[in-house]
């Protein structure tokens, strides 16, 4: 299993929470960002008829997720879109940690469109990326 | 009495509870909580730790406080109040929220159940066709930039100038609906993008547009409620919650980062990465201040354009225009907040998170109509069961820096509330119960069903019996559009 993410119960009572694993830092971002999008709405229900090119750097990997995912969150208010998916490049340059992405969805439609949680902030509250042999992992907490 | 906690909690009064500042290393102050016993055993281990770690923030006074409605939070619980000294103490969005002004605005109107019952459908059909709501919706207010600057500068005042209302509203919302010492430039151009197109929209998660009725048996003082309009005989009145929307959101977040930093270079630690501060008199502190004023000031633009909405909704559905329908704004009020006030300590820097202001009679922040009656507060329930207008006292104003409950509060999370019921199956069981839901999203609604939520009414009692709000009338939902 290259990477996979659940919903985690008892986290956030009043938000929600997912973690999500891979067997890489691209894979970990693949998962983390599947568990956002289908916070946001169905992915399957979702065209892909909008598009954004991204270019992020960090240091630090845990850094690099929370701002990718915060941008996330940010085009769906800004260009007024969700998602249909996400094609992510996650790698290592000496010290630093560089994403290039492709961000694809459509406008919103509710006629359209299975829409669920408007995620309004990822929160660093429990925010944790790690890694545990080969495998990563991370722990997120969005407000809703 | 077994708690969420492990920590002493002692017993000041039935509804006060007290931590000392000996329980937790770095307590400047004793923790309060204000709740019946059954409440407090109810909250979840959230509260102790979140509303004791604020008793260790620099420069708070008095006491680290939590309303009944209290529950886990980020950074400080959601009921948290504290009150900073100005010149030693800190400026934290862990201690306003996220959604900056999230508040509560209720509209009277001259009509009764027997009135809107034949036409609630129609109704409601058209308040959701009016007030976008759920992920991602935009608003019917295009703005430029420079439009978007007067809106965050002069909240309610600018929508009354573009004609969304009228002048006498902003007399019956606080602040009179716009916050001086909001300063655009100290605002992202990211949050500026999030929040440019969603004036008017009511978001999702908790927040909601509800048409509400106010019967006889449910008035607890008719003459408070009379001055408040509120006549009681199945009256039909509208509540609105939701704040400012992705533009708070995002002022919030990226000063959570500036404070980050900025904690290093004062030297300051926190128990907690989202209780990140600085000090309010510095150049950080004061630019968060500038920037939560102006998201405030958006958060009353954002309901003031909703209420003209409704009112259109109403004229169009009853043919009659919202004056002949007795539209009245009864209050707006927030409760995600940070405002000087003077207390007897002084110019203190209150925080107010999912917390409503609550001055008493004679306060003069309180508006000329009210002055006799104190401040209306407004509180939200679960959208199955009801909800309350309250009026402060100047009991809160001495012991909780002016301040009482803000809703319901949650006891269950939303992941569990999506495994207990399907959005659909309660839409239906709300229906025959005489409640009809509109939604955008229906795991949306089944987060918000009633089983999630505290018992309002025990919250409320519990308000009232130690006299920090006094409770008028309880208003029972017909209708709701949720996100």
Not at chain 1, 74 to 79: I, Q, R
């Amino acid at each position: 299993m290259a990477h996979s993410f659940q919903f985690l119960d008892d986290i956030a009572l009043a938000d929600l929470a997912f973690e999500a694993e891979g067997d890489s830092v691209e894979e970990l971002f693949c998962a983390a960002t599947g568990a956002l999008l289908e916070t946001l709405a169905d992915p399957a229900t979702v065209a892909a008829t909008w598009e954004r090119r991204m270019e992020k750097v960090s240091e630090d990997p845990a850094d690099l997720l929370f701002d990718w995912l915060s941008d996330v969150v940010y085009w769906k208010d800004a260009a007024g879109v969700v998602f249909h998916d996400a094609e992510l490049s996650v790698r290592q340059e000496g010290s630093t940690w560089r994403l290039e992405a492709v961000l694809r969805g459509a406008s919103v439609d509710q006629t359209m469109q299975t829409l669920r949680s408007d995620v309004k902030g990822i929160t660093k509250h429990l925010y944790d990326v790690r890694q545990e042999g080969s495998r990563w992992y991370a722990r997120v907490v969005v407000d809703v | 009495m077994t708690l969420n906690t492990e920590m002493r909690v002692n017993r000041i009064t039935d509804e006060v509870w007290e931590i000392p500042a000996t329980e937790k290393s770095g307590m400047v102050v004793p923790a309060r909580i204000y709740a019946t016993q059954g409440i407090l055993q109810s909250m979840d281990r959230g509260v102790f730790d979140q509303v004791t770690n604020v008793a260790c923030m620099p420069g708070i006074t008095r006491y680290a406080l939590c309303m009944p409605d209290g529950h886990w939070g980020y950074g400080f619980p959601i009921g948290g109040v504290a009150a900073f000294d100005l010149e030693t103490g800190v400026i934290s969005p862990g201690g306003v929220g996220y959604d900056v002004n999230c508040g509560m605005r209720l509209i009277r109107t001259d009509l009764t159940l027997e009135d809107v019952q034949p036409k609630l459908e129609r109704l409601m059909t058209e308040l959701f066709r009016r007030v976008p709501a759920g992920v991602g919706a935009g608003g019917f207010v295009r703005l430029n930039r420079d439009a978007f600057d007067a809106v965050m500068t002069r909240g309610a005042r600018w929508c009354i100038e573009q004609g969304y209302g009228w002048h006498r509203d902003l007399a019956h919302i606080e602040e009179g609906g716009c916050i001086a010492g909001a300063d655009p430039s100290t605002v992202s151009e990211h949050a500026v993008g999030r929040g440019i197109n969603q004036l008017g929209t009511l978001g999702s998660g908790n927040h909601y547009l509800e048409v509400q009725v106010v019967s006889n048996d449910r008035v607890f003082d008719p003459e408070t409620a009379a001055v408040l309009g509120l006549t009681g005989q199945d009256q039909i009145v509208v509540m609105v919650h939701c704040g400012s929307r992705g533009f708070g959101h995002q002022v919030a977040s990226d000063y959570l980062k500036t404070f980050e930093k900025a904690m290093r270079r004062y030297g300051i630690t926190v128990k907690d990465q989202q209780l990140a501060c600085a000090p309010f008199r510095s150049p950080e502190g004061q630019d968060y201040f500038a920037a939560m004023n102006c998201a405030a000031n958006t958060a009353f633009a954002n309901r003031q354009v909703i209420t003209h909405q409704i009112r259109s909704a109403f004229a169009q559905v009853f043919d009659r225009s919202a004056e002949e329908l007795g539209m009245e704004l009864v209050y707006d009020v927030a409760h995600n907040i940070a405002k000087v006030e003077r207390y007897h300590e002084g110019n203190l820097l209150v925080h107010r998170k999912g917390a409503t202001r609550s001055f008493g009679p004679g306060s003069p922040d309180v508006p000329r109509d009210f002055q006799k009656i104190g401040q209306p507060v407004i509180c939200g329930g679960s959208m199955e069961t009801g909800s309350y207008v309250l009026v402060g006292t100047d009991r809160a104003v001495h012991e909780t820096f002016g301040s009482t409950m803000h809703g319901a509060g949650r006891t269950m999370s939303r992941a569990q509330a999506k495994k207990s019921i399907r959005g659909e199956q309660l839409q239906q069981d709300m229906k025959r119960r005489g409640i009809l839901v509109k939604a955008v999203s229906m795991s949306g609604l089944a987060e918000e069903a009633g089983f999630a939520y505290k018992n309002i009414s025990e919250v409320v009692e519990t308000v009232d019996r130690t006299g920090i709000t006094k409770k008028v009338a309880e208003l029972r939902p017909i209708g709701n559009i949720k996100g």
